[in-house]
C-alpha cells in the first residue's frame, strides 16, 4: 500500500509559477516512477511529467520548457515546478506513485487555476 498527499495548489496569475509537492507514505521501497497528470473540467486525464528511480525525467510536449520534476528520495517526494503558467494549465493536478508490479496509487488532487 502505498498514500500520497498532494499540497502546493492554489490560484495565480498567467506568467507566475507554483510548485506542487507530493508525498508518498507506506511501502514506498517499491515505486518505480511517480508521474504527475492533470485533469481540466470536460477533458480526459492528461500525462504531464514523469521521474524514474535513476532521475530521468520524461514531459507532456505542453509543458516542456516550463514545467520541471523532481525528486527526493530520502523524503519519499516528488515535486512538480511550474513556471510561466497559461490560463489553459487551469485543472486538477494528480500524484500517481507506479510500482515495480505496474499498480498505480493516486493522490486525491489538488487545484491550480491560473487566471488571465
Known amino acids: 500500500q502505498v498514500q500520497l498527499v498532494e499540497s502546493g495548489g492554489g490560484l495565480v496569475q498567467a506568467g507566475g509559477s507554483l510548485r506542487l509537492s507530493c508525498a508518498a507514505s507506506g511501502s514506498t521501497f517499491s515505486i518505480n516512477t511517480m508521474n504527475w497528470y492533470r485533469q481540466a473540467p470536460g477533458k480526459q486525464r492528461e500525462f504531464i511529467a514523469q521521474?524514474?528511480?535513476?532521475?530521468?525525467?520524461n514531459y507532456a510536449d505542453s509543458v516542456k520548457g516550463r514545467f520541471t520534476i523532481s525528486r527526493d528520495n530520502a523524503k519519499n517526494t516528488v515535486y512538480l515546478q511550474m513556471n510561466s503558467l497559461k490560463p489553459e494549465d487551469t485543472a486538477v493536478y494528480y500524484c500517481d506513485a507506479r510500482l515495480m508490479t505496474l499498480r498505480d496509487y493516486w493522490g486525491q488532487g489538488t487545484q491550480v487555476t491560473v487566471s488571465s
Open positions: 521521474i524514474t528511480t535513476g532521475g530521468r525525467s
